[in-house]
């Protein structure tokens, strides 16, 4: 049963129709201040509903796959593009928190001279301050270029825009990222913020992880948190921000405005 699972995930080919026939959609993670607990921001998260397998595909599986067959620059300006149509409707339609970032993630294959200049034409099609973007960038890729890689960020930071180091505590080399990204803030992984109240030596990691990203001028956020004791934990330590199951997963566009504006409410 398990085998004719595998064999049933959509491959190449199914990916290159959903590409051309829209199949891919975007929600968002909300992102919660952990001094007023209130939504401070959203993560931008893919989906795809796949017309073949008449349900969701996990981005486990079609991630690496659009990586490996190249597909991932595609989809990755698709969803930029997105993330700043999704920007401008929101201020249409109410005013967002002061501070609100929205965070995209960026394949490493979207590192390239070019990204800066497809994020400023898209600002200036879309009316989009550069202040409410927020770039991820994931600590567990390996990048062939570090230096090109560095420069695209500091591009993107001369525009205004944030940058996040995303997958904090699973790469290949922490300190080299810390070092040469200009990072404005750092996620924390979930698998780091699962353990920390039950694994004593998890909860130093963490707490010394967050007294060392505060020192080096930047924000913490956390990943994957799904308990008030978590929550709880992390707030003691001092972390910035969080997002999890605790308060919501991933939503559609008029779900986040709904949380956003039912939180703004209970001011």
């Known amino acids: 049963m398990i085998h004719e699972q ?21 929600c968002y993670q909300p992102q919660l201040s952990c001094k007023t607990l209130r939504i401070a921001g959203a993560e931008a998260l893919m989906r795809w509903d796949s017309v073949q397998t008449r349900r969701a ?10 990586e490996e067959s190249g597909y991932i620059v595609e989809l990755g300006d698709w969803s930029l593009a997105s993330v700043f149509r999704q920007i401008k409707s929101w201020q249409r339609a109410a005013p967002l928190p002061a501070g609100f970032r929205m965070a995209v993630n960026l394949s490493g294959r979207q590192m390239t001279p070019q990204l800066p200049r497809r994020v400023a034409s ?3 099609e879309m009316e989009v301050d550069p202040a409410w973007l927020e770039f991820e960038i994931t600590e567990s890729y390996r990048p062939k270029d570090m230096a090109l890689l560095a420069d695209v960020a500091a591009q993107l930071r001369r525009m205004g825009a ?16 810390l070092r040469l990204i200009p990072a404005t803030s750092v996620k924390i992984d979930c698998s780091l913020t699962r353990q920390i109240v039950a694994c004593e030596r998890d909860r130093l990691i963490m707490r010394n992880l967050l007294q060392m990203i505060a020192d080096l001028g930047m924000e913490s956020v956390c990943e994957g948190v799904e308990t008030t004791e978590q929550l709880a934990a992390i707030c003691d330590m001092g972390a910035d921000y969080w997002q ?9 566009s008029a779900d986040f405005l709904s949380l956003l504006t039912k939180t703004a409410a209970e001011r």
């Not at 595909?57 to 659009?66: E, K, W, Y």
């Not at 944030?162 to 990222?177: P, Q």
């Not at 999890?244 to 559609?252: D, E, I, K, N, R």
Request: glycine share 8%.
């Open 162 to 177: 944030h940058i996040a180091i995303d997958d904090f505590g699973t790469g290949f080399s922490v300190m080299e990222y």
């Open 122 to 124: 898209l600002m200036d």
């Open 244 to 252: 999890g199951f605790l308060f919501s997963p991933a939503v559609s």
């Open 6 to 26: 595998v064999q049933a995930l959509p491959g190449r080919a199914a990916l290159a129709n959903a590409l051309r026939d829209g199949e891919f959609r975007m």
């Open 57 to 66: 595909v996990s981005p486990a599986h079609f991630i690496p796959l659009a």
